[in-house]
């Protein structure tokens, strides 16, 4: 393990997780905001549903581990919402089982610590067209109507279980011309995307009334050392101007 100890953020979840790093993505803004403040851990599964992440919590999210995470961003669903496969095989989890799925996830990562916190993403909406062109009959099925519950059921989970939720389904759709600059293949995100859910994570962790706050300037920053140049921006000034202008520029390119 590198010392010293920071809080640890991690990013759980299928390919909307798994490509956060590429492509200008929200978990690299994430990585790069609390670059001095906070780990940000990858653990992201492509092509997963809910059933399967629930299969391998207990080792990603072993109770008995001597540090546990701070935050947990999940996302599951999109997959979960994809039709039956004839075969019986396939990614599809039907609502009922989704939910259930989600709230033993939920469930077991708020049982971690007293001072672990949790945010689920709720399934975004995707070009259905878009889909077609990229993947042709590789992808078969996928439907904002379908989805749709999976997002609105969601939500509803999260008030019962008193779990932050991000909202994409709607907060995508409230952006100019979202299905044409939005999506690198009709279902991942591009840069634009990825923009709006690290603006909207940073939102929820802002506004949570978590003891200790995880907002990156209520951290501390590691090691504050500086050179003690008179009449100068310390170090640790420096840092937090770029993370502000960093945040500002999340903002002020969804305006």
Request: with cysteine.
């Amino acid at each position: 393990m590198v010392g010293p100890g920071r809080p640890q953020i991690v990013l759980f979840g299928s390919s909307i997780v798994q490509y956060s790093f590429s492509n200008g993505g929200w978990g690299a803004t994430l990585a790069d905001v609390y670059s001095r403040t906070a780990d940000v851990i990858l653990r992201g599964y492509g092509g997963w549903n809910s059933r399967f992440a629930l299969k391998v919590l207990d080792q990603v999210f072993p109770k008995d581990a001597v540090v546990q995470p701070s935050l947990v961003i999940v996302y599951f669903g999109g997959n979960d919402s994809m039709p039956p496969h004839p075969s019986g095989k396939g990614a599809h989890v039907p609502l009922s089982e989704f939910i259930d799925n989600m709230r033993k996830i939920g469930e077991h990562l708020l049982s971690l610590s007293d001072k672990t916190r949790v945010i689920f993403l709720s399934p975004p909406p995707m070009n259905e067209r878009q889909i077609e062109l990229v993947f042709g009959d590789a992808i078969k099925g996928r439907r904002n109507e379908a989805c749709r519950p999976y997002a609105e059921a969601l939500l509803n989970l999260c008030s019962e279980i008193d779990v932050k939720c991000v909202d994409l389904w709607n907060v995508i759709q409230q952006q100019d011309d979202w299905l044409n600059t939005c999506f690198t293949d009709g279902i991942h995100f591009t840069a634009k995307a990825s923009e709006i859910v690290a603006k909207e994570v940073l939102k929820v962790v802002r506004e949570a009334e978590w003891k200790p706050s995880l907002y990156w300037k209520s951290l501390p920053i590691e090691f504050p050392l500086d050179y003690g140049v008179p009449d100068s921006l310390s170090l640790s000034e420096l840092e937090l101007f770029r993370n502000e202008q960093l945040e500002l520029l999340t903002s002020t390119a969804l305006l």
